[in-house]
């Protein structure tokens, strides 16, 4: 997790998770859209994280307020795809910060398989991305598509990739001249 001040941080524990509540809570109906109703024990409702990972944590005696489910980004649906060809899919619609969501809800989670499938996607997406910030060309023309769904940490690496790039190439030009 980033500083208290990281925008990227507080994105991320923007984001919802869905919860299960293990009690009946009164007068929290507003959370799932019934203002002044309880919550009752069983309900299904989408928290932030932020909130969703300190009521799964603070147990009321022997019961716990909410258990947690994996978000819809990290479905089977979604890590089959990722083990298909991780490059065609759009992380950036499943989750603008996938890769710090997908962090953070794995802290309440031992899902070695994921975490598997995560750093092969995040390994084979940064070779694409590597290529494409080294080739503007295939940036622009058919890579287009790759770059859309490119989540924000990759956007990051892509700028500091490209810049790097561009740094080199005029480095290299300045020696030219030079020699």
């Known amino acids: 997790m980033g500083s208290y001040y990281d925008i990227d941080a507080i994105l ?7 919860c299960t509540f293990g009690l009946d809570v009164p007068g ?25 990972g300190y009521l799964a944590l603070k147990p009321i005696g022997p019961l716990s307020v909410v258990t947690l489910d ?6 089977p649906r979604v890590l089959n795809a990722l083990k298909a060809d991780p490059r065609t899919v759009d992380l950036r619609a499943l989750a603008s910060h996938f890769y710090e969501l997908a962090a953070r809800s794995l802290d309440f989670f031992e899902e070695d398989e ?4 995560l750093c ?3 390994k084979k ?6 290529d494409h910030a080294s080739n ?21 690496l892509f ?17 030219k001249m030079k020699g």
């Open 70 to 75: 994996l978000p819809a980004s990290l479905s």
């Open 114 to 117: 994921i975490v598997d499938v």
């Open 120 to 122: 092969e996607t995040f």
């Open 125 to 130: 997406r940064a070779a694409e991305l590597a």
């Open 136 to 156: 503007t060309h295939g940036a622009l023309g058919e890579g287009v598509e790759f770059m859309r769904g490119l989540d924000e940490m990759e956007r990051q």
């Open 28 to 52: 929290l109906g507003f959370i799932d859209g019934n203002a002044g109703a309880d919550v009752k024990k069983g309900s299904q409702v989408s928290l932030p994280l932020w909130l969703a």
């Open 12 to 18: 991320t524990d923007a984001q919802k998770l869905p």
């Open 159 to 175: 700028r500091a990739a490209h810049d790097s790039t561009k740094s080199m190439r005029q480095w290299m030009g300045e020696m």
